[in-house]
């Protein structure tokens, strides 16, 4: 995984490998390797990812975030690039609005 030079691509994979499973937010913090890695877990979804996010409570006041893939999608051949065009799209809708 950490070879993947794409971070929504190592995110991704992460989310794909652990399937079904909640993936906490410090694996994903470490497999990101980067600080606004939440965004890029936001960003899957212009891909059309499915994801789950949840923070179920917990006895001890401890507050832990976890992810879930529930539908994968294909990898675009330059997703951080698709993910660029949409964002880039997105604001020159919100512009003309």
């Given at each position: 995984?950490?070879?993947?030079?794409?971070?929504?691509?190592?995110?991704?994979?992460?989310?794909?490998?652990?399937?079904?499973?909640?993936?906490?937010?410090?694996?994903?913090?470490?497999?990101?390797?980067?600080?606004?890695?939440?965004?890029?877990?936001?960003?899957?979804?212009?891909?059309?990812?499915?994801?789950?996010?949840?923070?179920?409570?917990?006895?001890?006041?401890?507050?832990?975030?976890?992810?879930?893939?529930?539908?994968?999608?294909?990898?675009?051949?330059?997703?951080?690039?698709?993910?660029r065009r949409?964002?880039?799209?997105?604001?020159?809708?919100?512009?003309?609005?």
């Amino acid at each position: 995984m950490m070879a993947l030079k794409s971070v929504h691509m190592r995110l991704g994979e992460t989310l794909k490998t652990l399937r079904s499973h909640p993936v906490p937010a410090e694996i994903m913090d470490f497999v990101a390797n980067q600080d606004d890695w939440k965004k890029r877990v936001r960003e899957l979804r212009y891909l059309g990812w499915k994801i789950d996010v949840f923070t179920p409570k917990r006895s001890n006041r401890r507050v832990s975030t976890f992810y879930r893939l529930t539908e994968p999608r294909a990898w675009p051949d330059d997703p951080t690039g698709v993910i660029r065009r949409y964002e880039l799209e997105r604001a020159k809708r919100n512009r003309n609005r």
